[in-house]
């Protein structure tokens, strides 16, 4: 009778850990993706917190709701700064060191990215308007990032927009008024 029964203890061993191995398997899987949402967030909050601060240069400067138009800039690179720290600015001066100033922040903190304010398309008058789009575009460390399924909450209309995010990168909207 013990001679049938040989080997059973050892095959029902491997069976145990082979269970335990896909159980941690899985919950790593789990923490793995975890990790990475948490990074998609705090990525986010980096965002809106750029954008805020756009929204508070704005606010702060001199001649913010008359120059609103002169904030506008594309997705292009950073423009190079003038010197306002050492020597006064002229408001006009003051909005390109605001906007470059910005950007550079932007750079700084997300990885690839990139700021773009455009005026907002909802008022028809051009000379009337009175709130920015202000968009903050970084890359997203994530793989599904690609699958438009993953992305599809967080996605801007273009037609809400009035401007689109760049292929391959994440955004964050915000209309700002001063």
Known sequence: MLSRQAGIT???SLVATAILAVAVFGMLGVQLRTL?????????SQAVRLIEDFAERIKTHPDGFQR???HVSDW???????DCQSAACDPATLVQWDVATWKQAIANTLPLGQGHVF???DES???????LGVMVAWRANDRAQDDAAYGKPFAI??????????????CHLVHVQP
Do not use: F, N
């Open 68 to 70: 609103l138009a002169a």
């Open 119 to 121: 005026e907002s398309g």
């Open 125 to 131: 008058t051009p000379g009337l308007r009175r709130q």
């Open 36 to 44: 990475a949402d948490t990074q998609a967030s705090v990525r986010r």
């Open 10 to 12: 050892l095959l029902e």
């Open 76 to 82: 292009d690179p950073m423009p190079s700064p003038p």
């Open 157 to 170: 209309e273009p037609s809400v927009a009035k401007a689109t995010c760049p292929a391959g990168l994440t």
